[in-house]
C-alpha cells in the first residue's frame, strides 16, 4: 500500500535537517522513500513511501523530531481529503474556554475554569462537570452572553481549514459541548455548515442553574459524527475529527483521521496526528492540499 509521511513546520522553518531525519527513520524501518513534494515550500511537504505500520512510523518520527517544531502525520496515500469535517469549538476552533470567560464575568471564573479542566484532563465526568459549573453560576445575568462574545477570537488557521474543505464539497459541523449562542456565532464566522451544542436555560433573563437535556457531551460528539456520515453515505474513514480534550477522544478514535489540537495528555495518545507547533492550516496539508488550494488562497 502507498503510503505518505506528511511534515509541518511554521512558515519557512521546514527545512531539509528535519526531512532527512524523517526521511531516516522511516529507512530504518526498512521503508523505500521518495524525495519529498513540497505542499508549501519551507512549511509542508509530503514524503512518499511504502506501507509500514502507522504506529511503527508514527513513533520513530516523533523520536527523530523531539526537540524540531515540526508537526506529522502518517497515513495511505489514497482518500486523504475527507468529506466530513466534524471540529469542537473551545480551545480548538476558537482560543478561549467560552464558559470560563462567561464565568469570569461573573466574577466566579477561577472556580469554573478549574472543573473545565478537570473536565479536560479526563478527570472528572463531562456530565457532572457540566451540571456542577451551571450550579455555580445559577443567578448570572444573560447579558453576559454578548459581552462574552466580543472576546472571541478564532484560532490561527480555523477559518481556512473550514472553508477550504467546504469549497472542495466538505460537509462541516461545529460540536461542542458549549453552548448554542457561542456555536452559532463561531460557525458563521468559521464558515461551518451546521452547529451543535447544550443549550442554557434562563428564567427571567437569569441563568436557572440547570442543564437543558439532553446533555451534549462526548458520546454525543461521537454520535453526530456518526450520523452525519451515515446521512451522506460517507464512510467513517472519510471523516476528520479535531479537539484537545477528553470529550473529544471518543470522535477523535472513531474517525478516518482523527486529530489532537493542543490536545491534552488523555487525547493526544489516541490520535491519528497531532497540531501542536503549527496553526490549524496543518490539519489541510494532512489530508494533502496544497497552500494555493486553500480558501482565499
Known sequence: METVLTLIAPEGSLDDVFIAAATEALNRLGAKTS?????????????????????????????????????????????????????????????????????????????????????????????????????????????????????????????????????????????????????????????????????????DGRLSGHTVPPILGPEAKLETLKRLAGERNIPITETLAIGDGANDVPMIQAAGLGIAHRGKPVTREPADARIDHTDLTAALFMQGYRREDFAGG
Not at 477559518?159 to 452559532?184: D, I, Y
Open 35 to 203: 524525495p519529498p513534494d513540497w505542499l508549501s515550500p519551507g512549511e509542508a511537504c509530503d514524503i512518499p513511501c511504502q506501507g509500514l505500520a502507522s504506529e511503527d512510523v508514527t513513533q520513530a518520527v516523533r523520536d527523530a523530531l523531539t526537540h524540531a517544531p515540526v508537526d506529522h502525520c502518517y497515513g495511505p496515500s489514497e482518500g486523504r481529503r475527507k468529506k466530513i469535517l466534524v471540529a469542537d469549538m473551545d480551545s480548538t476552533i476558537i482560543a478561549s474556554e467560552t464558559l470560563d470567560e462567561l464565568a469570569a464575568l461573573a466574577g466566579k471564573g477561577e472556580e469554573i475554569a478549574a472543573i473545565t479542566t478537570r473536565s479536560m484532563l479526563g478527570k472528572i465526568d463531562f456530565h457532572d462537570a457540566l451540571r456542577e459549573r451551571l450550579a455555580i453560576l445559577k443567578g448570572m445575568p444573560e447579558t453576559l452572553i454578548e459581552e462574552t462574545l466580543t472576546g472571541v477570537t478564532l484560532t490561527p488557521g480555523a477559518e481556512t481549514l473550514v472553508r477550504t474543505m467546504a469549497a472542495q464539497g466538505a460537509h462541516t459541523a461545529l460540536v461542542s459541548g458549549g453552548f448554542t449562542p457561542f456555536t452559532e456565532a463561531v460557525a458563521e464566522r468559521a464558515g461551518f455548515h451546521e452547529n451543535f451544542a447544550n443549550r442554557f436555560d434562563f428564567k
